[in-house]
């Protein structure tokens, strides 16, 4: 079982800065890959961005150039750092974990709310 959560939510005008947080509660080096999704009012939870285990990363087309995934794997953390914000980007933020063996693993969100 792996335990995540996330941290760094809140509320910022579009064009600003956030940087969320996903502390794991195990080596994230034995995670096959982790990840950060989306789910804004009324729609369904989407992909923003994926790291695997050797650094691959992935992201959704709308968050391209503007959002940027890393890790620390000393600290066990996931980071995503958003940049140039848009309203559109208002959503609660869930961090992700996958096993292959053993399945998917959620945090409990954390708000990001974009001001216009």
């Known amino acids: 079982q792996v335990r995540l959560v996330e941290s760094g939510g809140g509320l910022v005008q579009a064009g600003g800065s956030l940087r969320l947080s996903c502390a794991a509660s195990e080596d994230i080096f034995s995670i096959d890959r982790m990840g950060w999704y989306r789910q804004a009012p009324g729609k369904s939870r989407e992909l923003v961005a994926t790291?695997?285990?050797?650094?691959?990363?992935d992201y959704a087309d709308s968050v391209k150039d503007r959002f940027t995934i890393s890790r620390s794997i000393a600290k066990d953390t996931v980071y995503l750092q958003m940049n140039n914000m848009k309203p559109e980007d208002t959503a609660v933020y869930y961090c992700t974990a996958k096993r292959w063996s053993t399945g998917d693993y959620w945090g409990q969100g954390t708000q990001v709310t974009v001001s216009s």
């Open positions: 790291i695997d285990r050797v650094g691959t990363t």
